[in-house]
């Protein structure tokens, strides 16, 4: 087969590869993309819709965000939105709601109040809820079966309209890469059912090597393989000082709307995981979904049978360094019966019964009937551990050493964040390539 040749080669059509083929086809005089994915499809991982929580996480809500974290996502956050704006999707795959979190209980509700006086300034729409008010607008989360206020005081923050803050990240991929590929100019290659194994680079060219053999060069190579990442930066010997552990994330399922909007829970500041959440469910006619759980798993995806096993011990690279990190941070006895606790919540008849004791936190009459664990539903985490640092890394990392690749790891808000993470790496490929980067469009278009 001939070999092709693309300044650019974007491995992985998840929604980080699909976001940078659409700003390098958009936003930079780069002619030639190409994307390479080893499935049949775009999104079939973590980017799937019902593989997240279908959340646009800009910040208001998340109580384990610092305000300068909560800066950083609201401005990727923003641009979503605008995109989706601008290609009137609005409807189709992103939609308005209420969202909110709450505190149970008089000092997480102290937290929430305290939460709200420093937020409101960055999101001025944000609004504080009393346990009176939120009898109106998420009656589930005060009343128990009987119809009576649950004892403790309850108080959220959150918004009732006019925030975008539900969308299918899977279906948003597809357009990122339609809309790629229609732009003037540009050609925007995508193959898929192509694994990519190994990335050589000679001179000044990088040869990508795949399962099925096409025979593709380029001049600069993103990978953007999720989970897989890792995995592939360490065959080019790049990120040796970097180790994976992957949590996947379950959900439950109700067999009825239960709740107006997402509701979040204050995070416990032990754990190094989100809080569990509920929420309605765009794929699921907007029936409650519950979760995400936090398995630790030894695969880099799910439901893919055992293939990715072996991968996931490579991505590891387990060193006494690595012991070390595991203790400090699962070392506690509230992490650890955290961490049991989720296991467990697999687990066919006792899991439904420990799980919805966690959810009576956000509603109180829920009953195991009401539930069922969602079956296919969730995806993988890939959580970082630097070696150097001796630190668990909770957000998204990056390898870049100016060398013409750079590669991706993306757990949550990682969907959320892919305009940003595009933009800055756009930036980078145009400054190693000697292309142009028009941060003047790319600011009118997805920022002002
Ligand atoms: C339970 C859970 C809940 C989450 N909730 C949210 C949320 O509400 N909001 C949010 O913003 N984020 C959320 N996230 C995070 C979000 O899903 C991810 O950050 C995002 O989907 C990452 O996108 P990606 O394109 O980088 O990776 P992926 O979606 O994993 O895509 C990677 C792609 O690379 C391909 N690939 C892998 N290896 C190779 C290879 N060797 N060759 C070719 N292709 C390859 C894969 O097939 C895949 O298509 C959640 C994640 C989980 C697991």
């Keep these: 087969m001939q070999e092709k040749h693309y300044e650019v080669v974007i491995v992985g059509g998840g929604i980080s590869g699909g976001a940078l083929a659409y700003t390098l086809a958009q936003y930079t005089d780069i002619k030639s993309i190409a994307i390479i994915e080893k499935y049949e499809g775009l999104a079939t991982l973590n980017t799937k819709g019902t593989a997240n929580s279908q959340t646009i996480h800009c910040g208001d809500i998340e109580t384990n965000y610092t305000i300068d974290k909560a ?6 956050a923003d641009m979503i939105a605008k995109y989706c704006k601008k290609h009137d999707y609005i409807g189709k795959f992103i939609f308005e709601g209420q969202k909110m979190a709450i505190g149970v209980g008089d000092s997480e509700v102290a937290f929430i109040k305290d939460r709200y006086e420093v937020f409101k300034e960055l999101y001025p729409y944000l609004e504080f809820y009393d346990k009176d008010k939120l009898k109106q607008i998420e009656p589930k989360v005060i009343f128990d079966s009987n119809g009576n206020p649950r004892p403790e005081d309850v108080a959220g923050l959150g918004v009732q309209s006019g925030a975008y803050t539900t969308i299918d990240f899977g279906a948003m991929t597809n357009t990122l890469v339609e809309n790629a590929q229609k732009t003037k100019g540009k ?6 059912n192509s694994e990519v194994q190994n990335i050589t680079k000679v001179g000044d060219k990088f040869y990508i090597r795949t399962a099925n053999k096409i025979s593709v060069s380029a001049d600069f190579v993103v990978v953007d393989a999720g989970a897989h990442s890792l995995w592939l930066a360490h065959k080019m010997g790049y990120g040796k000082n ?4 992957c949590i996947a994330g379950s959900f439950y399922l109700t ?3 239960l709740l107006n909007g997402k509701v ?3 995070q416990n500041p032990k754990l190094p995981f989100a809080a569990l959440h509920g929420d309605p469910d765009l794929l699921a006619d907007g029936c409650t979904r519950f979760g995400p759980t936090a398995l630790t798993m030894p695969k880099l995806e799910r439901y893919k049978g055992c293939r990715s096993v072996p991968e996931f011990f490579q991505s590891l690279n387990f060193t006494p360094k690595v012991a070390k990190v595991f203790w400090n941070n699962f070392g506690d006895s509230d992490v650890r019966n955290f961490l049991m606790r989720n296991i467990a919540f697999e687990a066919p008849v006792l899991g439904k019964k420990l799980f919805v004791k966690n959810a009576k936190k956000i509603i109180p009459s829920i009953r195991e009937e009401d539930i069922y664990y969602a079956k296919g539903f969730g995806g993988v985490r890939a959580q970082i551990i630097d070696q150097d640092k001796l630190e668990l890394l909770l957000g998204e990392a990056r390898i870049d050493d100016n060398n013409g690749v750079i590669f991706n790891m993306t757990p949550s808000p990682g969907a959320t964040s892919c305009f940003g993470n595009a933009e800055r790496d756009a930036i980078s490929i145009c400054s190693f390539l000697g292309k142009k980067f ?6 009118n278009e997805l920022v002002k």
């Excluded at 050609?187 to 898929?192: E, M, P």
């Excluded at 028009?438 to 600011?443: I, M």
Aim: proline share 0%; glycine share 0%.
């Design 264 to 266: 979040y829970m204050v």
């Design 187 to 192: 050609i925007c290659d995508l193959y898929l």
């Design 255 to 257: 067999k009825q709307k």
């Design 438 to 443: 028009d941060a003047e469009k790319f600011e």
């Design 71 to 76: 800066k950083k996502v609201k401005r990727a």
């Design 242 to 245: 970097l180790s994976a552990i």
